[in-house]
């Protein structure tokens, strides 16, 4: 598992990008004008994003959209259940 993921985890801004790209796949410009943040700052946290593999990007003509990496989610979900496991055989 990457360990970025828990950084780009971290804030709050990556955290709502992440829940408006559950609804399907977006333009930077359309998750920056979301927010009202600048382009640069929108571009910033995407990278996180992706960077940790939580987003993926794909290119279509002039524009570059945004989507969920679901099976990056799935690992991370799977990890903590057998993390969970863990501590409970602990008892």
């Given amino acids: 598992m990457k360990e970025n993921i828990f950084t780009a985890l971290a804030d709050p801004a990556r955290r709502e990008i992440l829940h ?29 994003l992706k960077n940790a593999g939580l987003i993926r990007e794909n290119k279509y003509k002039n524009f570059i959209y945004y989507e969920l990496n679901m099976s990056v989610f799935e690992e991370l979900i799977l990890w903590f259940k057998d993390f969970r496991k863990e501590k409970n055989n602990e008892k």
């Fill in 20 to 48: 408006l790209l559950k609804k399907g796949k977006l333009s930077a410009g359309e998750i920056a004008d979301k927010f009202s943040l600048s382009r640069a700052t929108t571009s910033y946290h995407l990278n996180k």
